[in-house]
């Protein structure tokens, strides 16, 4: 996992209100400091992906994202019933919801990103 500050990155110019995303095996932050949650809410995105085998993750998203998007008709509301995206807001404030080893990612991601 690779883990990248917005200040090397074009990526957030083009996805402008969103603080981090999680493109195997990329995870961008749109800040050099983003909080514990922003980072745990990515994590899950990551473990995601790996639990879906990558390419099937991005077409299921994508796919759920254009379902409801017809289903509701604004962007928001079609994102927040994305069901990947349901699973990473119910669970990032949860300490025992990720394995212990991407728990244990938090504070070194929070160090490397202090650095940089």
């Given at each position: 996992?690779?883990?990248?500050?917005?200040?090397?990155?074009i990526i957030f110019s083009i996805l402008k209100g969103y603080s981090a995303?999680t493109l195997w095996p990329f995870i961008f932050f749109a800040s050099s400091?983003?909080?514990?949650?922003?980072?745990?809410?990515?994590?899950?995105?990551?473990?995601?992906?790996?639990?879906?085998?990558?390419?099937?993750?991005?077409?299921?998203?994508?796919?759920?994202?254009?379902?409801?998007?017809?289903?509701?008709?604004?962007?928001?509301?079609?994102?927040?019933?994305?069901?990947?995206?349901?699973?990473?807001?119910?669970?990032?404030?949860?300490?025992?919801?990720?394995?212990?080893?991407?728990?244990?990612?938090?504070?070194?991601?929070?160090?490397?990103?202090?650095?940089?």
């Open positions: 996992m690779l883990i990248i500050p917005r200040k090397s990155i995303i400091t983003p909080s514990v949650i922003t980072i745990r809410h990515e994590l899950i995105h990551f473990r995601q992906q790996r639990r879906w085998l990558i390419i099937p993750f991005y077409i299921i998203y994508l796919m759920n994202y254009l379902f409801e998007l017809l289903k509701r008709w604004r962007h928001t509301e079609a994102y927040m019933n994305i069901v990947f995206e349901k699973e990473a807001y119910n669970n990032q404030m949860s300490h025992s919801y990720l394995p212990e080893d991407y728990e244990k990612l938090i504070k070194p991601i929070l160090l490397k990103l202090s650095i940089n």
